[in-house]
């Protein structure tokens, strides 16, 4: 699973303080071989935590589905 920078993601299993919340990818930080992610949650309204979580702990939001008539 590729990730990039402005995916909305949510963690894995929410724990330490990791909200259970949507997310964005805002920076992204190569260790070795490990790259770490800093994603954005809004936890409430215009209040926001950052995490730094591995692709491991992180899932991809669906992208709203567009219907044609």
């Known amino acids: 699973m590729n990730m990039i920078i402005g995916d909305k ?10 909200p259970a919340c949507d997310g964005k990818i805002i920076k992204a930080l190569v260790l070795g071989s490990q790259t770490q992610f800093l994603v954005n949650f809004e936890i409430r309204p215009r209040v926001y935590k950052k995490f730094y979580l591995t692709e491991r702990e992180l899932t991809l939001c669906s992208a709203p589905e567009i219907e044609q008539s």
């Open 9 to 18: 993601v949510r963690a894995s299993f929410p724990y330490g303080g990791v």
